[in-house]
């Protein structure tokens, strides 16, 4: 039998701590693929393969039997949520035709 959605939810939470998971089988429900999205404080400082790298090695028990495991986003929390004074704002100024 393959890996579990929730086994895979269990080990990233506990070993990462993300304020945001997302884990899709994308296997049809043999377990054998997962996408990943997943936001946590541990990534700060970390460039995106070392943040890859973090996830492969807190699901390390559960690789031996998933076959594919796609990591759509593994953010900080400020880089998922950014606050409103790191967005680019535009300001657009109204045209007269004369």
């Known amino acids: 039998m393959g890996v579990t959605k929730e086994q895979v939810e269990?080990?990233?939470?506990s070993k990462l701590n993300p304020v945001h998971l997302e884990v899709?089988?994308?296997?049809?429900?043999?377990g054998a693929s997962f996408a990943v999205e997943i936001v946590s404080e541990e990534?700060?400082?970390?460039?995106?393969?070392e943040r890859h790298r973090m996830v492969n090695a807190a699901l390390e028990e559960e690789m031996k039997e998933i076959h594919a495991l796609s990591i759509k986003k593994a953010h900080t929390p400020q880089q998922w949520n950014p606050t409103p004074q790191?967005?680019?704002t535009t300001t657009t100024t109204p045209t007269t035709d004369a």
Do not use: H
Not at 10 to 13: E, N, P
Not at 43 to 49: C, I, Y
């Open 10 to 13: 269990a080990s990233l939470t």
């Open 86 to 88: 790191d967005s680019p």
């Open 43 to 49: 990534f700060e400082g970390k460039r995106l393969l």
């Open 24 to 30: 899709i089988d994308t296997s049809g429900g043999c």
